[in-house]
Structures are given as C-alpha cells and as structure tokens.
C-alpha cells in the first residue's frame, strides 16, 4: 500500500496554509507522496474529523483543529511517515497477522525491518 497524507479542510486560510505547508515539508523531507486536499464535507466527516485543519496519514488523524509550525509539522510527518511498514518498503500489509511459521518471520540478516506483526522484512 502506498503511503496516502491528505489535508482535510473547508478551503478557510489556515486549511490551505495547512496544505501548503505540507507539500513543502513532503519534498524537504525527500519523499515521494502525494498530498491530497479534501474539501468535501461529507468525505471529512465519513473519515470521522469534526474540526479543521486536519491531517491524515494513510486514513489516521495525525493532527486536527490546529496548524503547527513548520518545525512541528516535519516532525509529526517524519515520524508518522518513517514508521509505517509502507516506508520501509514492507513485504507485509496492514492487515498482516501471521505467526511464527510465516515465511517472513526469518533471521536473515539482510531483511531488518520489524513490521508490526513481528515478521522480519
């Protein structure tokens, strides 16, 4: 799965300066994702959100009814972004909930990444 960010907002000054500032921390921090901007008040509120802006990071609620500094906002990016398996190119999805006989679930040195459900990728 692709790594989804999307700013959620009614199209007021702090939502699109929101946005903004998102697409710029996304290409300091060097990473290919798309940044989306929803404004249908209906899909906001299908996604649960009942403030603005908010950021959702592969459909979790990072931050809502608040626009951070710059600072601020690569941090929580950085580590929303950094610490899903779709960064660190996963062989697992999300919805993985294998055991100790899965193929994954190996010691071979060359695959270290620790998925949330205990597989070695």
């Known amino acids: 799965m692709k790594i ?10 702090k939502c699109k300066k929101l946005y ?9 921090l060097d990473f290919e994702i798309d940044v989306e901007y929803i404004s249908d008040i209906s899909e906001i509120i299908a996604i649960g959100i009942m403030s603005s802006p ?8 990072v ?6 500094d ?7 990016i950085e ?7 779709e960064f660190k190119d996963c062989e ?21 990444s620790q998925c949330e459900c205990g597989c070695n990728c």
């Open 92 to 112: 697992c999805d999300d919805d993985c909930d294998c055991d100790e006989s899965c193929e994954l679930n190996n010691t071979d040195p060359k695959k270290t």
């Open 4 to 13: 989804k960010i999307k700013v959620l907002g009614s199209g007021c000054p």
């Open 63 to 68: 931050l809502v009814g608040v626009l951070p």
């Open 54 to 61: 908010a950021l959702v990071i592969n459909d979790i609620p």
């Open 70 to 76: 710059k600072g601020e906002l690569k941090k929580i």
């Open 20 to 28: 903004e500032l998102t697409q710029e921390v996304v290409k300091e």
């Open 79 to 85: 580590e929303s972004v950094k610490g899903s398996s």
